[in-house]
């Protein structure tokens, strides 16, 4: 692989990895139904850092996948140019899928876990959301899928062909007594595009 295709694999997993695991510390400390409790008609949740752990890691998957965009060259998906395969297209839709469930798994949960107040239900009791187990865990695997499925994709991309050249090789005459203004070599005429 070549320096620069090294440096974007690097850069993605890095960021990647930093997105997941601020989630997965956001799930081991999110607020649980036993942590809440009910003060005057209203749920009272505990402090954690599970909301700003959350949000960072949003943060984290957005800046991925713009640097994803940005390095590999805007829309990947929607280009016709001849590098791109149908698989690196497909890798690269996915990957935008993946980071946009993620994000809305990992603001709703993080927004879910800083709730205040509660709700009255039918019979008068006060229901307190809590994030359920596996949301943030789910959106730190999406996360990384979205790394993944970028790293993919770029690496799937087809080397860009090496240009030949057009023009046919010419012999020039070689002597001490070749005078070039008195004999000037023909160019056979250029077709265009190329043959």
């Excluded at 879910?112 to 019979?123: E, K, T």
Aim: hydrophobic content about 45%.
């Amino acid at each position: 692989m070549e320096s620069k295709a090294v440096g974007f694999c690097a850069v993605v997993t890095v960021l990647g990895t930093i997105s997941a695991a601020a989630v997965f510390a956001a799930e081991i400390t999110r607020v649980k139904a036993d942590d809440v409790y009910i003060e005057d008609d209203s749920c009272v949740y505990p402090s954690s850092p599970a909301h700003a752990l959350g949000i960072i890691s949003a943060i984290f998957a957005i800046v991925t996948q713009v640097y994803m965009s940005v390095t590999f060259g805007g829309c990947r998906c929607c280009k016709n140019d001849g590098d791109s395969t149908p698989i690196s297209k497909l890798l690269s839709v996915l990957s935008w899928v993946a980071s946009v469930v993620a994000v809305i798994l990992l603001l709703a949960a993080a927004g879910l876990n800083n709730r205040q107040g509660g709700q009255v239900d039918s019979y008068g009791l006060i229901e307190c959301y809590v994030v359920k187990p596996g949301i943030f865990a789910a959106g730190a695997i999406l996360a990384l899928l979205s790394a993944v499925f970028g790293i993919a994709a770029f690496v799937t991309v087809a080397p860009p062909s090496p240009q030949t050249t057009t023009n046919p090789a010419v012999a020039f005459p070689v002597g001490a007594n070749v005078d070039p203004e008195k004999n000037p070599v023909p160019f056979p005429p250029q077709q265009y595009p190329p043959q």
